[in-house]
């Protein structure tokens, strides 16, 4: 799976789950708090289903480093790729 | 029931209705329950292999697991020092946290996170018997660890159970992270002290589906938590109490559980006072019944003291200094203001101290984050406010400003758990309102 599909697949799962940010542009440079506007709880939810999606299982501890959407794929293909 | 200590409780619970449901959790995909009978001797067996480590001072990473409640409770019962970490603290405040609390053996059910952090681990401590310590807010470079005790603990317990009983046949959702005293008392030993069955939630991955699996009667949230469950209505049809506390819970979340039928109530406490110090028990989810163990006093500008000899803390470990700040003559100085009604209940109205506490139960100590950022601001005339229950960055200047910004804290930011981290930067062009000696005015604040 390349780069840019992993980014793809991330921002469907962001739409679903934060419905108001249909219409917003994301970006790999987009701070997921700010940027974004995505909650806390909001971005369990998207982790969570990013992690089901790809079949993969990013650390608790990883969460809070990831920043922007490009942190977040970054973090899903390292895992891929193992 | 009043108990003074954990092992009292477990132990009279075993031997009085050992049959009963202590504890459901998961394993491979099923609902698994254990009794009463089970969980002491499950937690006897752990203290007596505490005991025999000869370790002192125990730091748990709290995951919420069956394993990791049982490593708890063996720890208080064997009259060790027990600190409650969270689980996603970060390495460089872990270190720190180590050796502040004189941790010499750290639990996690990552034993490869364990062995990383063992060259870290202190002597221990000469006498911890039944301290058990709790972090003030989480993760901060300055946090302060508030020593309580066993006995603290179970008579916050108490009165929890006193004014707002389970009973046996209910189940109590524990989803709230245990190293918060909060999702301590209120998610755990609340269930226990009334002899019901508590359910350990499975963590973050299973908010949204922790309710239908557990089928819970009771849940303890902050309200962040509530609003998440209720916005993917995850709450189950069986649930017919919600608690809230740790945070202001907007009216529009308690009004959302009334019209399903819920029975709301919301608390007020402190990690100094081993939680709850009052609950609402009426229509009015703000008027809140002082708890029995505790007394609340109005000082003449308002701030809430509290003196409850059973409940409040034996202090800010080895920080004797910040202590007396706050507690002198057993009267513990909150830093809320509220008043108290014509029918004796309890009002809070805002804070004295600059602290904001945000919707997921967290506290940011104002002073200390905006110190922070001012090392990658410099210059900038900034402060840190609350909005709708997260952080924002009020600064002068404009958007034009804003990725510079943005990049600019990034570092700091990093070093937060995500619910502290700063939600979105509000700009203005005026100077920000301070007073004569340079403070911020924050009720000026234009958010």
């Known amino acids: 799976m390349t780069r840019q599909e992993i980014l793809s697949s991330t921002k469907e799962v962001i739409y679903e789950c934060v419905p108001e940010l249909e219409g917003t542009e994301l970006t790999e440079d987009t ?52 | 029931m009043r108990f003074s200590s954990l092992f009292q409780m477990l132990s009279f619970r075993a031997s009085e209705h050992g049959s009963r449901t202590a504890l459901f959790y998961e394993a491979g995909g099923e609902k698994v329950r254990l009794s009463y009978f089970e969980l002491f001797d499950l937690v006897q067996r752990r203290a007596n292999d505490l005991r025999a480590s000869g370790k002192t001072s125990i730091g748990i990473l709290t995951d919420g697991s069956l394993d990791c409640v049982i490593t708890i409770m063996a720890s208080i019962v064997s009259g060790l020092q027990t600190v409650l ?35 870290y681990l202190t002597g221990g401590v000469k006498s911890g018997v039944g301290r058990v310590l709790f972090f003030t807010s989480g993760t901060t470079s300055r946090s302060k ?5 066993d006995e603290s603990l179970m008579s916050s ?34 269930g226990l002290s009334c002899g019901a069955a508590v359910a350990l939630g499975r963590g973050a991955r299973h908010y949204i589906d922790d309710c239908a699996f557990f089928a819970p009667t009771a849940i303890s949230l902050v309200p962040l938590l509530l609003g998440f469950l209720l916005k993917h209505n995850s709450l189950n049809e069986e649930l017919r109490l919600v608690l809230i506390g740790a945070g202001d819970c907007p009216p529009r979340l308690i009004s959302a559980c009334a019209s399903m039928g819920l029975r709301v109530s919301f608390g007020y406490g402190l990690t100094e006072t081993s939680s709850g110090v009052a609950l609402s028990l009426g229509a009015d989810p703000y008027a809140m019944t002082v708890c029995p163990d505790d007394e609340v006093i109005i000082a003449e500008d308002g701030e809430i003291l509290i003196s409850a000899p059973t409940c409040v803390m034996e202090g800010y ?14 009267i513990l100085r909150t830093g809320d203001l509220g008043f108290i009604d014509g029918d004796g209940l309890l009002h809070v109205t805002g804070r004295k101290k600059e602290i904001l506490v945000l919707s997921d139960g ?18 900038r005339d900034f402060a840190v406010a609350e909005k709708g229950g997260a952080p924002y960055l009020v600064i002068k200047g404009g958007a034009s400003d804003r990725a510079a910004i943005l990049s600019s804290v990034r570092p700091v930011m990093e070093l937060r758990p995500r619910g502290q981290q700063i939600r979105d930067i509000i700009f203005t062009p005026h100077p920000l309102p301070r007073t004569a000696t340079g403070k911020i005015k924050r009720w000026e604040l234009q958010l």
């Not at chain 1, 999606?53 to 193992?82: C, H, M, Y």
């Not at chain 2, 470990?317 to 057993?330: C, F, H, I, N």
Request: charged share 25%; aromatic share 10%.
């Open chain 1, 31 to 82: 701070v997921i708090n700010t940027d974004a506007a995505i909650d806390s709880m909001g971005f369990t939810l998207v982790i969570c289903r990013l992690e089901a999606n790809f079949n993969i299982r990013i650390p608790n501890r990883q969460w809070q480093r990831l920043s922007t959407l490009g942190d977040v794929v970054d973090a899903i293909e390292k895992r891929i790729e193992k």
């Open chain 2, 85 to 119: 970490l969270d689980e996603n603290t970060p390495d460089a405040l872990l270190k720190g946290y180590i050796a502040y609390t004189d941790i010499d053996f750290l639990w996690s059910s990552d034993s490869e996170l364990t062995r990383e952090f063992s060259p």
């Open chain 2, 145 to 149: 660890a508030v020593v309580l005790t």
């Open chain 2, 157 to 190: 317990a108490y009165n929890g159970g006193s004014l707002l009983p389970l009973e046996e046949d209910d189940v109590l959702l524990c989803q709230l992270p245990l190293n918060h005293v909060f999702g301590f008392v209120c998610g755990l030993l609340w």
């Open chain 2, 317 to 330: 470990y080895k920080m004797p200094d910040a202590t007396r700040e706050v507690l002198s003559g057993g």
């Open chain 2, 362 to 379: 967290t506290k940011i100590f104002l002073p200390e984050y905006e110190g922070e950022l001012a090392a990658v601001l410099p210059g």
